[in-house]
C-alpha cells in the first residue's frame, strides 16, 4: 500500500530498506541548517573517554502530519529556521504484545531511518542508520505528533540529539 501516493514506498519496502541498512551500519545525516548553531565537540561523549565525537542537536517541525490507512504518519518538513528540510513518513508493525514505529525522514542531503514504541503524543525514538552528509551517527529523537485525522492540531516535532564520528 502506497503511504501518500507521492513517495510509492510499501511498509515491506520501507523496512526492508531499514533492515539492510542497519544490517550495513549506515547511519545518517541532517540539513546543515537545521544543525550549524547547535553543534560542537563531545569530548567525553558521556562516558568519560576523551574520543572526540561530535554532537548534533536540531529540530525538525511539520505543520500537517497526517495519518494513512495502516497508521502511519506522514508530512512535509521545515528546519529550525523555517526552512523547507524535506519530508518524513513511518511504517507501523504491530506484535502480539507491542507495536513498533519505523520513521523514515527525507532530508535534503540525507535519509534517516529511527525505530520505537510510544504514543503519537511523545515518544522517544532510536536512531538506526541512514545515508548521506550524517554517515556514522547514532543518537536518539523525541517525536510528538497531534495529526488533525486524530482530532488534533497537525503538528509533528522531532528533537534529534545525534553523536558524529570524528571527522
Known amino acids: 500500500m502506497d503511504y501518500d501516493g507521492k513517495h ?26 537545521a544543525t550549524e548553531s ?9 562516558n568519560g ?8 542537536q536540531f529540530t525538525l517541525r511539520c505543520e500537517d502530519v497526517r495519518v494513512d490507512g495502516d497508521g502511519g504518519t506522514f508530512g512535509e518538513l521545515s528546519d529550525e529556521g523555517n526552512n523547507d528540510a524535506g ?16 520513521h523514515t525522514f527525507e532530508l535534503p542531503d540525507a535519509t534517516l ?11 522517544t525514538f532510536a536512531v538506526l542508520g541512514g545515508t548521506g552528509s550524517l554517515f556514522g551517527a547514532t543518537g536518539v529523537y523525541m517525536a ?24
Open 87 to 102: 519530508s518524513f513518513w513511518s511504517a507501523i508493525a504491530t506484535g502480539s504484545t507491542a507495536t513498533l514505529t519505523v
Open 144 to 167: 510528538r505528533q497531534d495529526p488533525v485525522s486524530n482530532g488534533g492540531d497537525g503538528s509533528g516535532e522531532f528533537e534529534f540529539d545525534l553523536i558524529l564520528p570524528k571527522e
Open 49 to 56: 573517554n576523551g574520543n572526540g565525537k561530535r554532537r548534533q
Open 38 to 46: 547547535h553543534s560542537g565537540t563531545d569530548k567525553n561523549n558521556g
Open 8 to 33: 510509492g514506498l510499501s511498509r515491506r519496502k520501507v523496512l526492508s530498506g531499514l533492515a539492510v541498512g542497519a544490517a550495513a551500519g549506515v547511519m545518517v545525516a541532517s540539513p546543515a541548517s
Open 113 to 123: 531511518f529511527g525505530a520505537g514504541s510510544g504514543p503519537l503524543e511523545e515518544a
